[in-house]
């Protein structure tokens, strides 16, 4: 058996079109675009890089990009003053706090201060609740986009044996909650899990969001199943470089799959598709309009 390779580039793709279609029509009728503020603290590389992704995939969606960045010496206070201010703002329809942030700011403090009808990451204590009570929230962007691609592949999920490798607050715990909003019959399963290749070998579907490169062997895999990779991780190749791996041995788990998430170019995509997905839901229930549709 050859895997499908399951392409999240042209999702995301067609994500991004239908939000720019809806954007512009949401312009129409409020007066005004949809905006998101993106707040980076400090200088971190890969996060300044993924800042400056989301803004202009905001661009190219027809929405307002408000970018702040903020030196690593700034106070807690500080930043709580900057989120209550975008809080407040009309034009600001989804806030985005780029983590890590500095050890001297208490991440869980910064998601909590976010506005929930803003909290287009999906972090806050009150739209993970409600996402774990079955009813409307914001829904962290990574899971959201793996669900997206698991029906796009598969339809119906109902029924379905999922295996979750991850317990994380921002993908294992609501990619749990997303599976069994599905109806699929869902284990979650990690470090600590006993004989881990065995619970994963009786999954149709398996999410991997353990963040450690290649764990997952391919004779873990049940013949047919679906893999959603969820890692992205930089280790050494042969010419010296580096190169990108998941958290799935992709070679040996094509062999045996129905179909793979690559990586790069599976999961990764998604994530911002979903972050634009999120803005433009929240600009509507900000302004008292219905869900758009096929999103």
Same mark, same amino acid.
């Given at each position: ?9 042209? @999702? ?11 954007? @512009? ?18 200088? !971190? ?45 009309? &034009? ?41 009570? /079955? ?23 109902? /029924? ?15 990619? @749990?909650?997303?599976?069994? $909003? ?6 979650? @399963? ?6 881990? +290749? ?10 991997? &969001? ?12 049940? +013949? /047919? ?25 992709? &070679? ?12 790069? /170019? ?24 219905? !869900?758009?549709? $096929?999103?």
């Amino acid at each position: 058996m050859s895997a499908r390779i399951i392409d999240g580039k042209a @999702a995301a793709a067609d994500v991004r079109a239908r939000v720019a279609e809806v954007a @512009a029509d949401f312009t129409r009728k409020a007066g005004r675009p949809p905006g998101l503020a993106t707040v980076l603290v400090g200088e !971190d590389p890969a996060s300044a890089v993924y800042v400056r992704s989301k803004g202009k995939a905001t661009a190219e969606a027809a929405m307002a990009s408000f970018a702040h960045k903020l030196p690593d010496t700034t106070s807690e206070s500080d930043l709580l003053d900057l989120i209550d201010r975008l809080n407040r703002d009309d &034009a600001v329809d989804g806030i985005l706090v780029q983590l890590p942030l500095p050890p001297q700011i208490d991440s869980s403090r910064v998601i909590a201060a976010v506005d929930p009808a803003k909290d287009v990451d999906g972090f806050h204590p009150m739209n993970a609740g409600r996402l774990a009570t /079955g009813l409307e929230a914001l829904v962290p962007c990574t899971p959201y986009g793996c669900l997206y691609l698991l029906k796009g592949e598969l339809g119906s999920l109902a /029924g379905k044996e999922a295996v979750v490798i991850g317990r994380s607050n921002i993908v294992g715990k609501p990619m @749990a909650l997303l599976l069994i $909003g599905e109806s699929a019959t869902v284990t979650v @399963a990690h470090s600590r899990t006993r004989d881990l +290749p065995d619970v994963v070998r009786r999954a149709d579907i398996v999410v991997a &969001a353990v963040g450690r490169p290649e764990t997952v062997k391919g004779d873990w895999i049940k +013949p /047919g199943a679906v893999v959603i990779d969820v890692g992205i991780n930089r280790v050494p190749a042969e010419d010296g470089k580096s190169r990108l791996v998941g958290d799935v041995d992709f &070679a040996s788990a094509s062999e045996r799959a129905a179909a793979i998430t690559p990586v790069p /170019g599976g999961v990764g995509p998604m994530t911002i598709a979903m972050l634009l997905r999120n803005t433009i839901v929240a600009a509507h229930r900000r302004a008292g309009l219905p !869900d758009p549709e $096929g999103l």
